[in-house]
């Protein structure tokens, strides 16, 4: 057993059965609950030494809601796990990590800002990088990126040629939007 699986199994017998150790190409990630992200997050830093905060971030799985995802390190081993759950829909809304890894701040306001994912108890909410006012969630995969419809997609034409072989619209583009 690799030691990143031994912390990512070590960390599920902490939560009890509701979490569940993943390994790919030595990547190892531990899911939770929804109810339980606060509680691995610290068992994670004061059990099992992980208090390095890198980064968080999410994913837009459609039906499934978005999975959140956060990487922890040990400083002194260089070990990491991928700490991620589940968050539904129609209710994007997790408790703020800021209490146990204060480097959560900008992150979450990030995935805040592009996805849609609340924060709860979030010491300063707010937008990040996108405008104040600005309408939608860049990374959600229903947001029609407008520049797609505005240019020609690149690699709609093979270099060197004045036509192209017609290429299936880009994602996040509607068959009504564009030319």
Known sequence: ???????????????????????????????????AWLAALVAARDVLGL?????????????????VVCHLVDPRTADRLLVRTAVPRDRPELPSATGVYRGADWHERE????????????????????????????????????????RPWPGSVEPGRTTGRPLPRPLGVPPEAGP
């Open 1 to 35: 057993m690799t030691a990143r699986r031994d912390l990512g199994e070590r960390l599920c017998g902490l939560l009890g059965a509701s979490a569940r150790v993943e390994e790919l190409d030595g990547e190892v990630t531990v899911d939770v609950p929804l109810e």
């Open 111 to 150: 995935t805040t800002d592009l996805f849609g994912v609340v924060f709860a108890g979030h010491p300063r909410p707010g937008p990040l990088v996108l405008p104040q006012g600005f309408a939608g969630h860049p990374l959600r995969k229903e947001f029609v990126l407008e520049a797609r419809t505005a």
């Open 51 to 67: 208090t390095f905060f890198d980064w968080l971030s999410a994913t837009d799985e459609l039906d499934l809601g978005f999975g």
